[in-house]
């Protein structure tokens, strides 16, 4: 059974950091591309960093770069996001997302919610 499973959301104040990790299950972490969006309530879910399967490579949202680093583990099928000089603009809820390099695949975590907000 495929999971992935956010953790570390929560109230930050401006300025504040906070580091989401995902953990996966039931698949083949090192084969899949992991990514972090987000959203908010009536807006689409945004692409906000994502990472090759080898952690290689990453991108980043205009938004988020200087502030924001992706990075995965391989051996605890675990990807992180280090957030680091939070802005209220970065409200939003956070999920995790796993594609696969060999077919057509691709997982959703639940989310975690991360507020920003003095």
């Known amino acids: 059974q495929v999971r992935l499973v956010e953790s570390g959301g929560g109230l930050v104040q401006p300025g504040g950091s906070l580091r989401l990790s995902c953990a996966a299950s039931g698949f083949t972490f090192s084969n899949y591309i992991m990514s972090w969006y987000r959203q908010n309530p009536g807006k689409e879910r945004e692409l906000v960093a994502a990472i090759t399967p080898s952690g290689g490579t990453t991108n980043y949202a205009d938004a988020v770069k200087g502030r924001f680093t992706i990075s995965r583990d391989n051996g605890k099928n675990t990807v992180y996001l280090q957030m680091n000089s939070l802005k209220t603009e970065d409200t939003a809820v956070y999920f995790c997302?796993?594609?696969?390099?060999?077919?057509?695949?691709?997982?959703w975590g639940q989310g975690t919610q991360v507020i920003v907000s003095s």
């Open positions: 997302k796993a594609r696969s390099m060999l077919r057509p695949a691709s997982y």
